[in-house]
């Protein structure tokens, strides 16, 4: 079980078997990409800079983010996220983001979306 200190949950990651990635589809969202991070998914790829960014990116607010695509009844999936098998395609440099997930500021105060989207988060008792 992971903690963090400022959050009133934990996380067990060995959910994430299981749930089909929920954090990786639903909604429709921004999954933000910084330069060194583009980088580094770039050279995992093996392609250039420019040729990533065509293909795979969007600029909103300022900022980078991955491209999603839409997936039947299912809502928005993240363009690296491999919808049949489940996982994400470029799980060893994926960003930031999602390897900070669920450990988001916006979950310190509340929850309540997040325990219905992620079988891996366990508040904890005194909530
Ligand atoms: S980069 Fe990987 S972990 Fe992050 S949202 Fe996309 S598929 Fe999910």
Do not use: H
Not at 54 to 83: H, M, P, Q, W
């Amino acid at each position: 079980m992971k903690r963090v200190e400022g959050f009133n949950f934990s996380f067990n990651s060995s959910a994430c078997a299981s749930c089909g990635g929920a954090c990786c589809i639903g909604e429709s969202g921004y999954i933000w990409v910084n330069y060194p991070e583009i980088e580094a998914i770039a050279s995992y790829l093996n392609i250039s800079i420019e040729s990533f960014a065509k293909e795979y990116l969007i600029r909103a607010k300022n900022r980078y983010s991955l491209k999603e695509f839409k997936v039947k009844e299912l809502g928005y999936s993240c363009i690296f996220f491999d919808t049949e098998n489940r996982v994400c395609k470029i799980y060893d440099v994926r960003p930031k983001q999602c390897r900070t997930f669920p450990f988001w500021g916006v979950y310190k105060s509340d929850t309540k979306e997040l325990i219905k989207e992620c079988p891996g988060v366990v508040l904890d008792e005194d909530n």
